[in-house]
Structure formats: C-alpha cells, structure tokens
C-alpha cells in the first residue's frame, strides 16, 4: 500500500515553456503532499507543502509565481514550472501523506525536468 | 542554514562489516527522525523511523539511535550487503508542525563485495 505515482518520469522542454508534473496517491486519501527538488548529489529541499482544497505554503526563496501548485483533490497535486528556464532543470520529487495514519511520507518516484 | 547535517559525504564498507551513518541536528524543536535510503532518478525509500521519546529503534539489520542531548542520530546496518550501496538521507521533523521534513544532506554508502 501507500503508493505514490508522478507523471511524467521525465520532460525535455524549451526555455520560456511551461511544464505541469502531476503527484497522484494511488491507494490512499492524501491530506498533505509536499513538493522537493534536488540538484545532482545534493539534499532534497523541500519547496512546499500543499494541503487538499487551500492554498500552498511555500518555502522561503521559492517563488509563488514560478512554481504553482495546485492540490485540487485527496489524490491528485500538480506543479506547474511557469516560464521555466535552464536554471529550473532538476529532479522534483513530491511525497503524500496521510496525517491520521501517521507521520510517514511516501515519495513518488520523481521528475526529470531539462529546460533547454 | 541547514539544519540537519550529515558530515560524511561518503562512506565504504566491506560486504558483512557494520555500516554506521551519522547524522547531526540543530533545531531542538525536531522530535521525529527517519532515515531513506535513494538510488539515483528515484524517490526515497522509507527504511526507519525514530520518535524522540525512544533512544533506539530496530528493524531487522537497520538500528537507528538517537542521542538528544547531542542532537545526533546514527544509522546501523548489520550486516552490510552490497545491495545496500546507496546515499542515505536522515530527516527531521517536528509532530506538532505541518509534518514537513527536513533532509540531510546525504551519504553515499558503498558496501564492498
């Protein structure tokens, strides 16, 4: 059980594009999903946390425009990388958990983004 | 400012030898602890948690410890096995927040054959 999905695996796009990752809880009700991005042999920072049906709280130094996130149901969270730029090439990682049930999150199995 | 820190980028050990990974916090405000073990284009892998009201928790070949008052937790593995070799993360976390973690910054672990 507590399996996460994210789609896609991986996306090659053009500088000023816009690219849309989607995080799905596929066995359970996710009430939080929490978006990371790691570059190459670093942490995963977090970037923020989304709760079903309001806002993002987004970490400091994460831009509200460039990264939206929408968590429109108990399943489903999407990224949206606005106007993205080589800099935004990384590997974004989302994880879902569901509070009741514990503390654990579970981690989809992450995005390779490359902005050309 | 990081918080969680993980001073050894990378470690090796020899196939049946016990691996220790460490891992130093700064927030006293932390109270759970976990550990993931990753592979490259991947997500984390759940291997073991640590609530601050314990001071050791054991699963199978993985112990984690956690020393508060030196804000310190470590990570055994018993025996090492070569499928093992992967970077470690711990995280911390704070129960009466938002459940957020906070990474380490990792250490790559390669077990010897």
């Known amino acids: 059980g507590a399996v996460v999905s994210q789609h896609p695996s991986r996306v090659i796009c053009k500088s000023g594009t816009s690219v849309k990752i989607e995080c799905r809880s596929l066995?359970?009700?996710?009430?939080?999903m929490f978006w990371y991005r790691q570059f190459p042999k670093q942490s995963l920072m977090l970037m923020a946390t989304?709760?079903?049906?309001?806002?993002?709280?987004?970490e400091q130094g994460v831009e509200k425009d460039k990264f939206l996130i929408n968590h429109a149901s108990l399943t489903l969270s999407t990224l949206t990388v606005t106007s993205a730029h080589p800099e935004d090439s990384s590997f974004y990682i989302c994880?879902?958990?569901?509070?009741?049930?514990?503390?654990?999150?579970?981690f989809g199995p992450g995005t390779r983004l490359t902005v050309l | 400012d990081q918080q969680v820190k993980q001073n050894s980028p990378s470690l090796s050990v020899q196939e049946g030898r016990i691996s220790i990974l460490n891992c130093d916090y700064t927030?006293?405000?932390?109270?759970?602890f976990l550990w993931y073990k990753k592979y490259p284009a991947e997500g984390p892998t759940f291997l073991i948690s640590?609530?601050?009201?314990?001071d050791k928790n054991e699963d199978g070949r993985f112990t984690v410890f956690l020393n508060k008052s030196a804000k310190h937790l470590s990570l055994h593995i018993v025996p090492s096995q070569p499928g093992d070799s992967a970077v470690y993360f711990c995280?911390?976390?704070?129960?009466?927040?938002?459940?957020?973690?906070?990474f380490g910054t990792g250490t790559r672990l390669k077990v010897l054959a």
């Open positions: 995280a911390a976390s704070e129960t009466s927040g938002t459940y957020k973690y906070i």
């Open positions: 640590i609530s601050s009201i314990k």
């Open positions: 066995d359970f009700q996710a009430t939080t």
């Open positions: 989304s709760n079903e049906g309001s806002k993002a709280t987004y």
């Open positions: 927030n006293s405000m932390f109270d759970y």
């Open positions: 994880s879902a958990t569901w509070a009741p049930g514990g503390h654990e999150q579970f």
